[in-house]
């Protein structure tokens, strides 16, 4: 290997760098100020892109290039202000929810306007020649987008530095308070600032239309290694979103020649391994005490079976008992498939709703206890029964596992760990052919002769998937629910008590993981075969938005939350192509206009007639 | 419990450090209370004193310096390691769980000393109507302790340490929003358990008055440092003590760092 070979790598990781920066930058300072992980900055990366192909024949490139940020920052602002600001003050989860609500209705938007097909982007005019470093050809292009990363870097140093509505946007990112000390509206402010990451992100994409192919995936690709940049170099750092970007451009660049299948694993090594020495990130403020609760957001008392009465829930529970006498196969595999999805919204609600810990990729812990299942079957010729407890084990490991390293992280910080946790997973089972058959995943999975009747199959879901959901609801009472729910309603005080805050963290990740690798596993045996789709981000987003229709903190809102979710996903998967706009709308709806679930419809209706 | 005399003190700090960015907020303390006895730890806004708690309950850990819990080294220990040997503390914005039930808060605080990681069986709980009423509460313990006012939040919040059967009780601002006679009713309580069971209790206080009415001890505290230490009537007439308070107002509120747990 030869040093040329070395500069060439070197430039083009950090030619990366700066494109990686401009998206991480604008996420890192919406954070800051607002608090927000805005899920949908990928999105406006996206759009910055397509926008400028679209530009390119009226206006030539450069001009292009120039005019699709604004437009971008345009479209940020209506987001920001149709969406974000009348759930400011929700925790943090709702707000995530809203804006990966957003980035499916673009997704879609994109293949509406665009089509669904890969775009080549024109060349720049002008640098579209190389030169030759050390004997090799570096693009004219790389090198002016080196540049672009340290430029825009400056420009935000003096903006944050020489103007006062900088040293405001600092002073809000290490307390929010003080802007109100201030004296200046901190909406206005947090519009400016949204604005300001959605131009930055929509330049990115702007300037990355001659290096990247455009296709409808490019905002879930760029989100996640633009969440890592940002975890890393410190949530709010705009001087770390720029050191970790060049730190996993070069990663992936010199990974992509050794570890060419692996570029996904070695970003979440770094990412694990910096959060487990700095778990603020490398240049993250770090807080000094973690706020006593989510803001204004304070989580009502639990109820017991949801707020439709006991009497509905006997009906429903006798209901399911009886289904294999009412229904034929099809109704009983649609009963299981929803038993199932409630078991694993039920595990996450038990993170969320009772632990307070946000997942994002709750996905890991279903498509680990699928795939785990599967291959056990696949390759080891094991039975059913042992499969389904080593896919629950194996899960339950991957939760111990995530606990141990992200024990000390706050919030937003273990969510992003889980979701970029998911991303290596979904890497993995798509690009290890040998072992999981990628994308065509592994098929013939049918459970035993003795559960092949669809009966017997629903008779065993009830028992493993009901009973676990039952079984969280039933935990959530006991002095260890109670530890958990303290836990999360202040863990600074909890701790002072003497619970054991990060112990108990551990144990709850180990228990949804559990929960949800044997509903994984569940899933495998009731479709027959396994796809990378089990661990993708869509499903992690399936199980957020069941928990939130049943209710975050209804317990048994998770069998309500996946029953009117399969019905609204097959009423839309049939209706319409456009599913992601329809799910999309429907999360954005549900976070804006009924943050209390399903369940709470009723009571607000009597509320308002009374 | 060994005889009070031969044993050392419940808790002995030694040159305590910590500093936020360039401002040392608690710069060289050193402190022993013993055992049974109530002392008041005063000082100007910013002077150091709820960092000092954080070091003491372990919320932060000190940049240099050494702490003993009767006679054991408590310095690397989380805070509910320390809370396990019986510390127990208040926060200047006090805090409970408001989606537990005010018995399940009692219960809760009871038992997490000795269980924190409380499994599925449920122990003898106290009884909460009494603990309620210790601290002047009538209310259900049944009802959910969100929706309290603050004051009754303090008071909950009071109730919960004390459950916990601690050794030594830190409190940061007890009475902050109560009014004159709660006051001195909530101080009085303390005071008697401390009398009762050989409590050990360190308070700031913001109210000479009550300072004076029930603290056998004052420490005064500005700029981080110890300033004065010694019976009330001696720290009040010390001059340094007296400057502070009745000449100019001290720079201390500037230094920056937030004084509360409720920062972020």
Redesign the interface.
């Known amino acids: 290997m030869d040093l040329g070979f070395l500069v060439i790598q070197f430039l083009n990781g950090l030619a990366s760098a700066s494109s990686l920066f401009l998206v991480a930058a604008g996420l890192s300072l919406i954070f800051g100020v607002g608090r927000i992980v805005n899920f949908a900055h990928g999105s406006l990366f996206m759009l910055g892109a397509y926008l400028t192909v679209a530009l390119v024949p009226a206006v030539g490139f450069w001009a292009a290039v120039l005019l699709a940020p604004p437009l971008v920052a345009l479209i940020g602002g209506l987001i920001e202000r149709l969406i974000l600001r009348p759930i400011a003050g929700a925790p943090e989860l709702f707000q995530l929810l809203a804006t990966f609500g957003v980035s499916l209705m673009v997704a879609d938007v994109v293949i509406l306007v665009w089509g669904a097909a890969d775009i080549v982007g024109p060349r720049a005019p002008g640098l579209d020649g190389a030169v030759s470093v050390l004997g090799k050809a570096v693009p004219l292009y790389d090198l002016m987008l080196i540049a672009v990363g340290p430029a825009v870097l400056g420009g935000l140093w003096l903006l944050l530095t020489r103007t006062r509505a900088g040293l405001l946007v600092r002073a809000a990112a290490e307390d929010r308070d003080m802007v109100d000390a201030l004296g200046r509206d901190p909406k206005r402010l947090f519009s400016g600032v949204f604005m300001l990451g959605a131009l930055l992100a929509g330049l990115g994409g702007a300037l990355a239309v001659p290096r990247e192919t455009l296709h409808s995936g490019l905002d879930l690709q760029v989100i996640v290694e633009a969440f890592a940049v940002v975890v890393v170099g410190g949530m709010g750092s705009v001087g770390g979103a720029y050191g970790a970007a060049v730190l996993i451009g070069l990663v992936h660049a010199f990974g992509i020649v050794w570890f060419p299948e692996a570029t996904l694993v070695l970003t979440f090594l770094v990412m694990a391994l910096v959060l487990m020495l700095r778990p603020h990130g490398l240049f993250g403020a770090r807080a000094g005490l973690p706020a006593a609760t989510g803001g204004a957001a304070v989580a009502p008392p639990l109820t017991g079976v949801g707020r439709l009465g006991g009497g509905l829930w006997l009906l429903a529970a006798l209901g399911l008992l009886a289904a294999p006498l009412l229904l034929g196969a099809y109704g009983l595999d649609v009963l299981a498939e929803m038993l199932i999805l409630a078991a694993f919204a039920a595990s996450l609600q038990w993170l969320t709703g009772v632990a307070g810990i946000v997942s994002f990729g709750h996905a890991a812990f279903f498509g680990l206890g699928g795939y785990a299942a599967a291959l056990m079957v696949h390759h080891l010729g094991w039975g059913m029964i042992p499969a389904l407890l080593a896919g629950s084990a194996a899960a339950a490991l991957a939760g111990a596992l995530l606990g141990r390293v992200g024990g000390r992280l706050s919030g937003v910080y273990l969510a992003m760990l889980s979701l970029a946790f998911a991303e290596l997973l979904h890497a993995v089972a798509f690009q290890w052919v040998g072992l999981t058959g990628g994308d065509n995943g592994l098929i013939g999975l049918w459970p035993p002769a003795w559960a092949a009747d669809p009966r017997a199959y629903y008779g065993l879901t009830l028992l493993l998937a009901g009973g676990a959901v039952a079984g969280l609801a039933g935990l959530a009472f006991t002095p260890h629910g109670r530890a958990l729910r303290a836990l999360r309603d202040h863990p600074v005080r909890a701790a002072a008590l003497g619970l054991d805050v990060a112990g108990l963290r551990r144990r709850a990740m180990v228990l949804a993981g559990a929960v949800a690798g044997l509903a994984g596993g569940l899933f495998v045996f009731l479709k027959g075969s396994v796809f990378p789709g089990v661990l993708g981000v869509a499903m992690s987003v399936d199980a957020l938005v069941m928990m939130l229709l049943g209710g975050l903190h209804a317990l048994g809102g998770a069998l309500l939350g996946a029953a009117a979710y399969q019905g609204l996903f097959v009423a839309a998967a049939t209706l319409t192509d456009h599913w992601r706009l329809v799910l999309g709308g429907l999360i954005v709806l549900l976070v804006v206009a009924l943050p209390g679930g399903l369940g709470s419809l009723g009571r607000r209706l009597r509320g308002r007639s009374a | 419990m060994s005889p009070r005399d031969a044993s050392p003190p419940v808790l002995r700090a030694e040159g305590l450090v910590k500093a936020?960015g360039g401002i040392r907020a608690v710069d060289g303390v050193d402190l022993s209370l013993d055992a049974g006895t109530i002392s008041a730890l005063i000082g100007p806004n910013g002077a150091g004193k709820t960092t000092c708690f954080?070091l003491l309950?372990?919320?932060?850990r000190p940049d240099a310096g050494r702490l003993w819990l009767d006679g054991r080294d408590i310095s690397r220990l989380?805070?509910?390691r320390r809370?396990?040997l019986g510390l127990?503390?208040t926060?200047q914005?006090a805090?409970?769980?408001?989606?537990?039930?005010l018995a399940?808060?009692l219960?809760?605080?009871a038992?997490?000393?000795?269980?924190?990681?409380?499994?599925?069986?449920?122990?003898a709980a106290p009884d909460a109507a009494t603990l309620l009423a210790r601290v002047g509460l009538d209310l259900d313990p049944g009802r959910?302790a969100?929706g309290l006012s603050y004051g009754q939040v303090k008071r909950l919040e009071l109730a919960?340490?004390l459950a916990?059967r601690p050794r030594l009780l830190l409190m940061d601002e007890p009475t902050a929003g109560l009014d004159g006679p709660e006051r001195d009713r909530l101080l009085g309580l303390v005071a008697g358990q401390v009398a009762e069971q050989g409590l050990t209790v360190l308070f700031t206080e913001h109210d000479v008055a009550a300072v004076f009415a029930h603290a056998g001890r004052v420490l005064a505290m500005a700029d981080g440092r110890l300033i004065a230490d010694g019976p009330p009537a001696a720290v009040a007439a010390d001059p340094a003590v007296q400057r502070l308070y009745l000449g100019r107002p001290s720079t201390g509120s500037a230094t920056g760092?937030?004084p509360s747990?409720?920062?972020?």
């Open positions: 936020f954080h309950a372990g919320q932060l989380e805070p509910h809370a396990a127990a503390r926060f914005i805090g409970v769980f408001p989606s537990l039930s399940d808060n219960a809760l605080a038992e997490a000393p000795r269980r924190p990681r409380p499994g599925l069986r449920r122990r959910p969100a919960m340490a916990g760092f937030a747990g409720q920062d972020v």
